[in-house]
């Protein structure tokens, strides 16, 4: 089992920033490739942005030159700097991580955390 958990969401106005963490535990031998996602009401669930163990990164077009992705890898953890943020950035945002573990293949998501951007 891979746990991960989120923190750093909230309201925020129009233009500020806020940092989402993520740190995953539990029994895993490598993370592959983790990442940010979104949901707003009433729509999918869609990529923000995501980042491998060699630090290649790809975002959604909505997101770039706004939001960067990191990850710090002795701890596990991976972060989502969000600036400039507009309105339809509100979304529950949620972690994922995919790697290996001794049965397999692992593939998990945490439990989320609302960003809302509203003056």
């Known amino acids: 089992q891979v746990q991960l958990v989120e923190s750093g969401g909230g309201l925020v106005q129009p233009g500020g920033s806020l940092r989402l963490s993520c740190a995953a535990s539990g029994s895993m031998s490598s993370i592959r490739t983790m990442g940010w996602y979104r949901q707003a009401p009433g729509k999918e669930r869609d990529v923000v942005a995501t980042i491998t163990s060699g630090g290649s990164t790809n975002y959604a077009d909505s997101v770039k030159g706004r939001f960067t992705i990191s990850r710090d890898n002795a701890k596990n953890t991976v972060y989502l700097q969000m600036n400039s943020l507009k309105p339809e950035d509100t979304a529950v945002y949620y972690c994922?991580?995919?790697?290996?573990?001794?049965?397999?293949?692992?593939?998990?998501w945490g439990q989320g955390t609302q960003v809302t951007v509203s003056s």
């Open positions: 994922n991580a995919k790697g290996w573990q001794f049965l397999g293949s692992f593939d998990s």
